[in-house]
């Protein structure tokens, strides 16, 4: 399988379906953190792909696309430890984007995108902890999904953070992304009856956008929107400030992974590249008891989303502040714009909500830009109807 836009961390491997059904014929790569028999995963990290075992079976969620008849091709590559939302790899390289070569992908599943982006396979399976498949599927202008936290089985995925951490999925193709939620979300997890009545227009996520053409671009899809839900209403999402709930999202991540990984990198004291680095410097000096108050920001976020967005609610934010940053930026700039982006994406994280990111808007230059719709817990089968409800009407 040729790999032309570096997407791929081992592209010879393949997995037959082992049985018939919805996602025959279809094909799909999976992030290089996802276990597979016989394979060892580098998470991004040549020190990790050393010091680790190769699997002993394959991650349920492969298991269950196998047995849709879905063929496996390939793993993706991916930022060290998932740490990033850049998609450069001081190892391994940066997958180049197909819609923006000049510019990154975005990160961590950076491969992932960039190969469903590229149409080498159908769909793709990555990890979204803080945004990890909502910000490339932005920057790489396809369609994307972060599930309710625990709607999609995560065993058999490397961990970055436990209480974050959720398998998501991405295609160029809406009727694609809507299928493989029917295979991989959680049986057990009954729809509600309610569809969606009112949409939520969150000022204060839409003032992070960095261009008014990005704002003009993404706002063309509102009258279909309206057209769809009767009831829409401006609100501000955050008291405190969606700069306050972002580093609140940033201080609890970054505990839980340095809980998750500390003895590894204690032991091993593996070579991270720029950025990765100082992030794992920074949450090993964490103390849970210094931190209280942000555990009870998350609660209360928690509490403000599922009240807002009830049985009926859906939520409209752009994905990302704008599109994909230059690649080789300097450190400053480009963690400035990652923290924008946090602002955006720590919203359905803090809470656990799904997320489905639409690729509708340019920014002046012509990149893409994501739309999203968020909707309450175990919604998410409701979240892609409405979304390909959206999409259908924007392109009649």
């Keep these: 399988m040729e790999d032309r836009y570096h997407a791929y961390m081992n592209r010879e491997l393949e997995l037959k379906p082992t049985e018939t059904g919805s996602l025959d014929g279809f094909t799909f790569s999976v992030k290089d953190v996802f276990a597979i028999k016989g394979h060892k995963s580098s998470a991004g990290n040549p020190d990790y792909l050393r010091t680790h075992e190769a ?59 960039v190969a469903a982006a590229s149409g080498v396979v159908d769909f793709t399976l990555g990890t979204d902890t803080g945004g990890s498949v909502r910000i490339p599927s932005s920057y790489c202008g396809i369609f994307g999904v972060r599930p309710t936290h625990g ?24 009727s694609t992304l809507v299928k493989v939620g029917k295979v991989i979300i959680d049986k057990q997890i009954a729809p509600t009856e309610h569809g969606f009545s009112r949409v939520l227009y969150a000022t204060d996520a839409w003032e992070r956008i960095l261009q008014q053409q990005i704002t003009e671009s993404l706002h063309r899809s509102l009258p279909v929107i309206k057209s769809i839900c009767p009831m829409f209403e ?7 400030g969606l700069d306050r709930w972002a580093n609140a999202f940033r201080i609890l991540q970054a505990m839980e992974i340095w809980e998750e990984h500390k003895d590894w990198v204690e032991k091993v004291k593996p070579t991270f590249g720029p950025g990765i680095k100082d992030r794992f410097e920074w949450a090993s000096t964490l103390k849970k008891e210094e931190y ?7 609660e209360k976020v928690k509490d403000r989303l599922y009240t807002l967005l009830g049985d009926d609610g859906i939520l409209v934010i752009p994905t990302a502040p704008g599109g994909a940053p230059l690649k080789n930026l300097a450190g400053d700039e480009l963690e400035d714009y990652r923290s924008r982006a946090m602002q ?50 924007l392109n009649k």
């Design 55 to 113: 699997s002993t079976e394959n991650a349920p969620v492969i298991e269950a696309l196998l047995q849709n008849g879905a063929t496996l091709k390939g793993t993706t590559h991916t930022d060290e430890l998932m740490y990033s939302l850049n998609g450069e790899n001081a190892h391994y390289g940066t997958p180049v984007n197909p819609k923006a070569p000049d510019h990154i992908p975005g990160g961590s599943s950076s491969g992932s995108a």
């Design 234 to 240: 401006e609100i501000i999402l955050s008291d405190e």
């Design 292 to 298: 209280e108050q942000e555990f009870h920001l998350r």
């Design 344 to 393: 955006l994406t720590c919203i359905a994280g803090l809470a656990g909500l799904p997320q489905v990111t639409l690729p509708i808007g340019e920014d002046g230059e012509g990149k893409p830009v994501g739309l999203s719709f968020i909707g309450n817990r175990h919604q998410d089968l409701q979240l892609l109807q409405f979304a390909q409800e959206v999409w259908g009407k």
């Design 151 to 174: 709607a999609v089985e995560i065993k058999g995925v490397i961990p970055l953070a436990d209480s974050f951490d959720t398998v998501g999925w991405m295609a160029s193709d809406l």
